[in-house]
């Protein structure tokens, strides 16, 4: 089993960074894809990134990439998600999940473990 929990949300302006953080609990971290997604209100939760048990490969929604960062820390048990130039479209709550097949995919039902969110408000 698999427990996640995000921190480093928090409201910015518009062009600013955050970094986001997901803690692992539990064995073989580096054998899990892990993911991360969002949700604003009223919309469905969409892909945002992922990244495989290896750090190798990662992938990114075209809505972020070139501002948004994935990586991992097998050592900590961490997954990290820095994001530059926020745009007020950003604003959700962002959740890792992570995936047992190791691959980075983009649909939320290839993966089994997800963690509680953390909310990331950017105003304009």
């Known amino acids: 089993q698999v427990q996640l929990v995000e921190s480093g949300g928090g409201l910015v302006q518009a062009g600013g960074s955050l970094r986001l953080s997901c803690a692992a609990s539990?064995?073989?971290?580096?054998?899990?894809?892990m993911g991360w997604f969002r949700q604003a209100p009223g919309k469905e939760r969409e892909f945002v990134a992922a990244?495989?048990?290896?750090?190798?490969?990662?992938d990114y929604a075209d809505s972020v990439k070139g501002r948004f960062t994935i990586s991992r820390d097998n050592a900590k048990n961490t997954v990290y998600l820095q994001m530059n130039s926020l745009k007020p479209e950003d604003t959700a709550v962002y959740y890792c999940?992570?995936?047992?097949?190791?691959?980075?995919?983009?649909?939320?039902?290839?993966?089994?473990?997800w963690g509680q969110g953390t909310q990331v408000t950017v105003s304009s």
């Open positions: 999940a992570a995936d047992s097949s190791d691959w980075p995919r983009r649909s939320t039902y290839a993966y089994e473990h």
């Open positions: 539990g064995r073989s971290f580096s054998t899990y894809a």
């Open positions: 990244i495989r048990g290896s750090g190798v490969t990662t």
